[in-house]
């Protein structure tokens, strides 16, 4: 039994999925080599003098024609099952199915464009994953055969990335780097990690840096009355701060009676 026919279980044709089904289809008799059946004329009269090849290729080709019906119907919703119960010629009914079912060709090219066009790396967010999702897109564009060269891949991938990266697309221009889709993306998330590093490193200085100034704070107390202490602190910069002379009553900062 082929595993591949779950696949036809779970994905039924049911009049609006024939591009995905047809898909599908062919993937389950790829794998048992039938596929042929779907394209080919089925062969309705032996030649004469046929050689005993030929005979069992006639024979097997039949033989085919009639297991791929049965997968064909046995993936239909029993609505469909019931306009193509009497399939005979499997490439007669596909070319019929085709008319009916099939999507433009035009149609599912737009809709496979699309996204990889519109598709933007939000800031912040991973070039990796982000990569690995335009990769997705690009293969379906493969499959359809939008004739989309390497250069347009690249030209669509550097412009769906946000503005901090716009260093690293200047210079891939100006040096006109010649590198493939994979190429790119791995020199995408190198240059995410000099990011990400060049900015841990500011933020160590910045918090160095104002550590040192906190030095530069100095202490002095005055008594005021019954005993409490008042203490005040005062950023100087680095310069010692002299304590204030004389007696008297009040706040700390307040005049002298």
Same mark, same amino acid.
């Given at each position: 039994?082929?595993?591949?026919?779950?696949?036809?279980?779970?994905?039924?044709?049911?009049?609006?999925?024939?591009?995905?089904?047809?898909?599908?289809?062919?993937?389950?008799?790829?794998?048992?080599?039938?596929?042929?059946?779907?394209?080919?004329?089925?062969?309705?009269?032996?030649?004469?003098?046929?050689?005993?090849?030929?005979?069992?290729?006639?024979?097997?080709?039949?033989?085919?024609?009639?297991?791929?019906?049965?997968?064909?119907?046995?993936?239909?919703?029993?609505?469909?099952?019931?306009?193509?119960?009497?399939?005979?010629?499997?490439?007669?009914?596909?070319?019929?199915?085709?008319?009916?079912?099939?999507?433009?060709?035009?149609?599912?090219?737009?809709?496979?464009?699309?996204?990889?066009?519109?598709?933007?790396?939000?800031?912040?967010?991973?070039?990796?994953?982000?990569?690995?999702?335009?990769?997705?897109?690009?293969?379906?564009?493969?499959?359809?055969?939008?004739?989309?060269?390497?250069?347009?891949?690249?030209?669509?991938?550097?412009?769906?990335?946000?503005?901090?990266?716009?260093?690293?697309?200047?210079?891939?221009?100006?040096?006109?780097?010649?590198?493939?889709?994979?190429?790119?993306?791995?020199?995408?998330?190198?240059?995410?990690?000099?990011?990400?590093?060049?900015?841990? %490193?500011?933020?160590?200085?910045? %918090?160095?840096?104002?550590?040192?100034?906190?030095?530069?704070?100095?202490?002095?107390?005055?008594?005021?009355?019954?005993?409490?202490?008042?203490?005040?602190?005062?950023?100087?910069?680095?310069?010692?701060?002299?304590?204030?002379?004389?007696?008297?009553?009040?706040?700390?900062?307040?005049?002298?009676?």
């Amino acid at each position: 039994m082929n595993p591949l026919t779950l696949i036809m279980e779970t994905n039924k044709f049911n009049g609006a999925n024939y591009n995905d089904w047809l898909r599908n289809l062919r993937i389950v008799l790829d794998f048992e080599n039938q596929g042929y059946v779907l394209d080919k004329p089925l062969p309705t009269v032996l030649p004469e003098r046929s050689s005993p090849e030929e005979r069992l290729m006639f024979e097997k080709w039949h033989e085919d024609n009639y297991k791929v019906c049965s997968i064909i119907l046995a993936s239909m919703t029993n609505e469909i099952q019931k306009q193509y119960d009497r399939i005979e010629d499997v490439p007669s009914t596909m070319l019929r199915m085709k008319d009916v079912y099939a999507v433009p060709d035009r149609h599912i090219r737009y809709a496979g464009t699309k996204p990889f066009f519109g598709t933007k790396m939000a800031e912040g967010s991973s070039v990796h994953s982000h990569g690995v999702k335009m990769l997705s897109l690009m293969e379906k564009l493969e499959d359809l055969k939008a004739g989309l060269n390497n250069d347009t891949y690249i030209d669509v991938i550097l412009q769906s990335l946000p503005p901090s990266y716009d260093p690293f697309i200047v210079n891939y221009n100006m040096n006109r780097l010649e590198k493939s889709i994979h190429e790119l993306i791995n020199m995408l998330v190198q240059y995410e990690a000099m990011i990400h590093k060049s900015e841990s %490193a500011v933020f160590v200085r910045e %918090a160095s840096t104002f550590k040192a100034k906190g030095k530069g704070a100095r202490r002095w107390k005055r008594k005021k009355s019954k005993g409490t202490v008042v203490t005040a602190i005062v950023s100087t910069g680095g310069a010692p701060l002299a304590a204030p002379k004389g007696k008297g009553k009040g706040k700390v900062g307040g005049s002298q009676r």
